[in-house]
């Protein structure tokens, strides 16, 4: 046991971080940085957290890397160069792996071990956290920087224990490369992870089933090589370009229009959506101002989207049935090379299991109401329980020993997405009730983690050893998440923002909308003494 520095209790460390993802990386190095001494639990064998597990064929990131990447320290952003605009899985592995040693972040790592649970001792007023490893240790402050897509969802498809052949899931893709050659494979699900997989698993594979519930939104990503000026440009105003993302609702460089998409002709709509399409990706958002707020403008985008599949898709009864109906990015628009033109392959089908849907996996295939398909590999590309998941899957034990999920058991409900009543000095990064999943990630992630660090630099500074949210704050806040929400066409499809992916899981809109105004509030209430906490 250590004495930890300016607090009256021991504790083997003053700060445990559960998660070596890139949110847990730089809460190491914040941390550390503030003279805490700081324990990483990491359940994976590497650090990269999402790119870590994400393997899958064709995996990259969906914002452009010179945004998507950190920018706490000037000298990395400068020097580290993405080789292009959307960086893949193994890029953003190396980064993740680079930052780690540019920092010495490996020694306060502990890998291959997951954090199983965490109870608050009430009067010492420290969390008791363990470990798969059979680590017993304290620590003031808990830091969940748990990722929100990072306990995979796998379907209860009857059987599927005996399949014969090979099972993946995206989320959780082995190290080896997999080869699909001479295989009959099928992949479930055509969310981003099977959209930007199956064009590669296409070229491999004898043959390629994809069982599609509910067709998506795709947007050419048009990747490549960045050229030359742009990355001259983008570093040499790097604070500039990042602050003016940072002033933007969903934090990302999407060149927003403050128009109004039916004040304009539509002659004028197609030449935007077009303009933008061949720009390539999720620059498409920035179309017009009110698309998700309303469902008429939605539907000029949407309709352009469905007009450029039923382009592309020779075959009109399977375009038709790629076509989204749903309105545009109520789930997150992906972002594909070569998605939709995939389904002009011979040896690619596609079927429809809202139609007809899986009923089991056989020992040799998949089972739907209408149909036997025979298949050697199944990709479960089914996505996660998003946002929540990974948190009430740990035995959390707060205030009174009462556990995280029951507290949630109808829905998240915390402080600004970072603080829970109940459960003091535990704070997670990019949770539920935080902008996360709506934004550029890794703005947001740094966001959060500055302020934690800044927040307990406070309390630490002033002799205090316990925040928590109130009751009051934190039901305004789950109020205002929701109410703004409401208007937008954004809780209007099952998506995972709802967890309307996992049966039974309660349909509460999870992400907050609006980076910029979030993160004025997250200012505002430390100018006003850490108005909404109470502090002991
Ligand atoms: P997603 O986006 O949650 O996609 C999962 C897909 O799996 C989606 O098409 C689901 O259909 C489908 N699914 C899930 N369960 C079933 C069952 N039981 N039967 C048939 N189909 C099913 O996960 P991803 O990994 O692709 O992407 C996650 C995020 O990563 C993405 O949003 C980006 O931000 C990056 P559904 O739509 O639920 O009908």
Redo the contacts with the bound molecule.
Sequence with gaps: MTETKGQMSATDFDAVVVGGGFAGLYSLHKLRGQGLKVRVYEAGDGVGG?WFW?RYPGARV?IQSLEYSYQFDEDLQQQWEWSERYAPQSELLTYANHVADRFNLRPDIQLNTRVTGATYDEAADLWQVSTSQGDKVTARWLVMATGC?SS??T???PGLADFKGRTFH??AWPKEPVDFSGRRVGV?????????SIPLIAQQATHLTV????A?YSVPAHNGPIPEDVVRDVKGRYADFRAANNATSLGADWDYRADLAMEHTEAEREAEYEMRWQRGGLSFYGSYVDLLSDPVANNTAAEFVRRKIRQIVKDPAVAERLCPTTPLAC??I?VDTGYYDTYNRSNVTLVD??AA??TAITPTGLRTADADYELDDIV?????D?MTGTLTRMDIRGVGGVTLKDTWAEGPKNYLGLSVVGFPNLFIIAGPGSPS?LTNMLPSIEQHVNWIGDTISYLRGHGLKRIEATAPAQEAWVSHVNETAAPTILPT????YLG??I?GKPRVFMPYLGFAPYVAKCEEVVANGYEGFALA
């Design positions: 999402t994400n969906d897509l995979t969802n379907p209860d498809f995206t989320g479930i699900g055509t969310g981003s992870s099977a959209i930007q069982f599609q519930r509910t998506n789930k997150r992906c299991v809202k849907p899986i479960l590309a089914t996505g996660f998003a999943v499809c099952n998506s995972w309307a992916n049966p």
